[in-house]
């Protein structure tokens, strides 16, 4: 197989203002220039394909699904093949706010048609976004009401729902499962980052995401205070890649130390960044080097050996 | 990202970056290096180990977000309602302490003596001018009963008032004021009917402020020209002889009998031609009320209020002359009082009179403050003494109104004058030569000068507000609403300047909405909806909704 194989694809689907771009620039840690917001507001087909790489070679793609004009519709039938094919993963987000529910529905009963057609294995999210909006004591009943109805007229294929809002913590959940079920062998890289956590004796052990720096996977040896923790370590590295961006500087690895811990963080696996915290300051810094080192060794191959879908992911390096 | 395989440091790319940005930014990388401290010490009155979890992780998410987008771009700024409240706000300071903030700061709490003294201030009115006569038109004792029954039964009213939006279940009424909770509870009616009676009280108050100042400036103009030529109008009044002058300004009417309006001419003896002229241009209902048009309609055109809104000390100061004045005359005038309690007499009126509805009638609005009650008590730092605080308000605007009601009326020389002839303005029992009275009136012309904008404002807010649903649809917009109240007043004060009259029956109308019938009917049905509603309540709330109409049909009738 060559790396010129057939690039798959994450298809990120949604009403015009539903929050496509504001997700995708949370998530993907992507500067929002003020045009970029203008997004299918006009008659202009406004299609994005971010270059993103995420989970190895997928590449994202935001389109905006039922825009008032009928331009961008007959563009969208005519290009429905060309669209649908080779979509690894669909998300599609729902405005809970929407005044249209009927419309909305039918727009995404005609993209999962497509989906059967060009890409029948691909996994399928939803996504009721702004949540916020809702009053607290609202949101179970209106999330319930609609999972059941998406999951009705999603048959035969199956869809995962989430209910998100960009302001509280269920944005990075609902993306940390996705990314979750996206990731090849997921449950062996958990149990050897189990193995690989006891063994050099750290107190936490987490598994990021590349490109977004979603937790994918962690192992703590005692319960830590702090609930949001992982959400608050994505964000402080995203800020950081930023800053270092605009430097043209490429973030690899980071060492923190203080007397009572040293955190480590560095590249893993392709897919996936490590951090690991040791709260014996004692341990010199070389000795967790070496190890993390040795593991990615053993980590990549896990990532490698299995399934014919791997071999698309594999770069020459 | 495709960043991770590009060289770590592209040394062409740094250099078109260190030209691209400014100055300020240019080598000083090393302290430009992103930190996070997460405070560990909180310094508040009780003792807390760290930031709430939901305020740090909002930090985070703020402090990343804003990252993604342009400073001045709202696209991801926090929402109202995703911000935490006042509570769980905290200010960071560079060392890594965290204060919190104690106390909400947008509103201002005021100690109890403030706000007592802020609804005391904002209930004192005109009505006070009126209250003598009042209590003519009722009789001695029986004034002095209806005053206080009336202020324990508005006191009441105000109270219901007060706490009607907490009884509101399931719905955040905490910036409601009364017209919401009837909105609420009846509908679009209720909003509109509460907004009609309210515009029936704040436009009757400017009807009797252009009434007022039409007067206050014919006295003080004729004092002022009177002064000059050195002319002496004493023998032209019907009044007592001596320093402390009191006059009859219209000494035919019967007593006993109707209030009977009569403009009277006061046809100057005078022989020099230039005093008739005076006359005739300086006339209190013919010239004077047009005099005003021109000084105070623009002033009702401002589009903002709040340069009138610093005058409102003039008010107080005017109140407290008022009291001092009416201490001072009846220090020299002394106490005539007989008590003739059912039949009349020349002098005196009887101590129980059938007209004592027009006392209640101008009390409705001499103690109305029902319509912005919630506002005022809302920035009392100790909320649980509202309603303590409130009594102790209407106790002392009770006894201010009594101090100089009973004053004036027991004051008043009957021999030779009746008490029939106290008017409705009790200034007007003085002549235009007295000095204390003409400082007086000065004051209180120059204090609703001020005033009259303010209402002014308020009338357009609610009217443009109500109907255009815009606070300043356009200047001929409230061009034409202005002329509609600046008309009203001028042709009151043309044809009908008795302030007794227009005082009691927009006291009334209005009062009958919002201070008897609504407020009755809300803690009625709020009672009902919790299930607490006795019979005994039940049957006193109606019978203050009865009192409320009885109240304005006797005006039409006595």
Redo the contacts between chains.
């Keep these: 197989m060559s790396s010129t194989a057939m690039k798959k694809k994450v298809l990120l689907m949604g009403k015009s203002g539903s929050g496509k771009t504001?997700m995708r620039?949370?998530i993907?840690?992507?500067?929002?220039?003020?045009d970029t917001?203008r997004l299918g507001a006009t008659s202009k087909i406004d299609v994005e394909h971010s270059?993103?790489?995420f989970l190895g070679n997928l590449v994202l793609n935001l389109w905006d699904c039922g825009g008032q004009d009928t331009f961008m519709e007959n563009y969208f039938t005519s290009q429905r093949d060309n669209i649908f094919r080779n979509v690894e993963v669909l998300i599609y987000i729902f405005d809970v706010e929407s005044r249209e529910l009927e419309k909305d529905m039918h727009y995404y009963q005609s993209c999962l048609e497509a989906i059967l057609q060009n890409s029948p294995d691909a996994k399928v999210f939803c996504l009721v976004h702004k949540m916020?909006?809702v009053q607290e004591d609202q949101r179970d009943l209106i999330f319930k009401e609609r999972e059941e109805d998406l999951k009705r007229l999603s048959r035969p294929l199956a869809c995962t729902c989430f209910r998100t809002s960009?302001?509280d913590?269920t944005l990075y959940k609902a993306w940390s499962s996705i990314v979750y079920q996206l990731i090849p062998n997921v449950q062996q890289l958990e149990t050897n980052l189990r193995n690989f956590a006891q063994i050099i004796e750290a107190d936490e052990v987490l598994l990021f995401e590349?490109?977004t720096f979603l937790v994918i996977s962690h192992y703590q040896c005692k319960e830590q205070r702090?609930?949001?923790r992982f959400?608050?370590i994505s964000?402080?590295i995203?800020?950081?890649?930023?800053?270092?961006?605009?430097?043209?500087?490429?973030f690899?690895s980071m060492e923190v130390r203080n007397s009572n811990f040293a955190a480590f963080i560095d590249v893993f696996t392709s897919n996936t960044y490590v951090m690991v915290i040791m709260s014996d300051p004692s341990i010199p810094s070389a000795a967790t080097l070496i190890n993390i080192r040795n593991a990615r060794k053993h980590f990549e191959k896990l990532e490698r050996v299995d399934g014919p879908k791997h071999s698309l992911h594999m770069r020459m390096r | 990202?495709?960043?991770?395989f590009?060289p770590?440091?592209?040394p062409e790319?740094?250099g078109e970056?260190y030209s691209d940005r400014g100055s300020t930014d240019s080598l000083d990388?090393k302290t430009?290096r992103?930190f996070?401290v997460e405070p560990r010490n909180i310094v508040e009155d009780d003792p807390q180990e760290r930031v709430s979890?939901e305020a740090?992780?909002?930090n985070?998410?703020v402090?990343?977000?804003s990252?993604?987008?342009?400073s001045s771009?709202r696209?991801?700024s926090?929402?109202n309602?995703?911000i935490p409240g006042p509570e769980e706000l905290y200010i960071y300071s560079p060392l890594g302490t965290a204060f919190k903030v104690t106390g909400s700061d947008h509103s201002s709490k005021n100690p109890s003596i403030i706000t007592i003294f802020a609804i005391w201030n904002t209930m004192m009115g005109t009505s006070i001018l009126s209250i003598p006569w009042g209590i003519k038109q009722a009789g001695f004792t029986l004034g002095i009963i209806i005053l206080i029954f009336t202020g324990l039964l508005m006191l009441y009213c105000c109270y219901i008032v007060l706490k009607s939006p907490k009884a509101i279940p399931y719905v955040d009424a905490s910036d409601w004021e009364f017209p919401d909770v009837c909105r609420y509870y009846f509908g679009k009616f209720g909003q509109w009917s509460s907004w009609f009676f309210s515009m029936v009280s704040l436009i009757g108050a400017m009807v009797v402020y252009w009434v007022l100042m039409s007067n206050f400036l014919y006295n003080s103009g004729q004092f002022i020209y009177n002064y000059a030529h050195n002319v002496n109008m004493s023998d032209s009044e019907f009044g007592t002889n001596g320093s402390d002058k009191v006059i009859c300004p219209f000494p035919n009417t019967d007593p006993g009998g109707n209030y009977t309006t009569s403009t009277v001419y006061f046809a100057n003896s005078g022989n020099e031609t230039s005093d008739v002229s005076f006359e005739n241009w300086w006339s209190k209902t013919n010239t004077i009320p047009l005099y005003l048009i021109p000084l105070l309609l623009p002033l009702l055109c401002f589009r903002s209020a709040s340069f009138f809104a610093r005058f409102t000390f003039l008010g107080t100061i005017s109140v407290v002359y008022l009291i001092v004045l009416v201490t001072i005359k009846t220090v020299h005038l002394g106490f005539h009082l007989e008590f003739h309690w059912f039949d009349t007499s020349q002098f005196y009126v009887p101590e129980f009179r059938l007209l004592f509805p027009q006392f209640t009638g101008v009390l409705t609005l001499a103690f109305f403050i029902h319509n912005c009650i919630i506002t005022l008590m809302k920035s009392n730092k100790h909320q649980e003494n509202n309603v303590r605080d409130l009594s102790v308000a209407y106790l002392l605007v009770g006894l201010t109104y009594l101090y100089v009601g009973v004053l004036i009326f027991a004051a008043f020389p009957s021999p030779p004058l009746s008490k029939d002839c106290i008017e409705p303005n009790f200034l007007d029992n003085f002549p235009t030569s007295d000095v204390m009275v003409f400082v007086a009136r000065t004051f209180l012309l120059f204090q609703m000068i001020t005033v009259y904008p303010l209402l002014g404002y308020l009338v357009r807010v609610q009217v443009m507000g109500q109907i255009f649903g815009n606070h300043y649809p356009s200047f001929f917009h409230v061009l034409a609403l202005n002329i509609l109240i600046v008309g009203s007043g001028v042709l009151m004060a043309k044809f009908y300047p008795n302030i007794g009259s227009i005082i009691r029956f927009s006291g009334a109308t209005c009062g009958l909405a919002l201070v008897f019938v609504f407020p009755a009917l809300v803690q009625m049905i709020s009672l009902r909806r919790q299930g607490v509603l006795r019979w005994p309540s039940a049957l006193f709330h109606t019978f203050l909704i009865l009192l409320g109409v009885a109240n304005l049909l006797a005006q039409f009738f006595m």
């Design positions: 504001s620039s949370i993907f840690a992507n500067y929002i220039a003020r917001r270059h993103v790489r916020d909006l960009i302001w913590e590349r490109a702090d609930a949001h959400e608050k964000n402080i995203k800020q950081f890649k930023l800053s270092c961006s605009k430097l043209a500087a490429s690899q | 990202m495709e960043d991770d590009r770590l440091l592209n790319q740094t970056c990388f430009k992103p996070h979890a740090a992780i909002l985070s998410r402090n990343y977000y990252r993604l987008t342009a771009d696209l991801l926090p929402p309602h995703v």
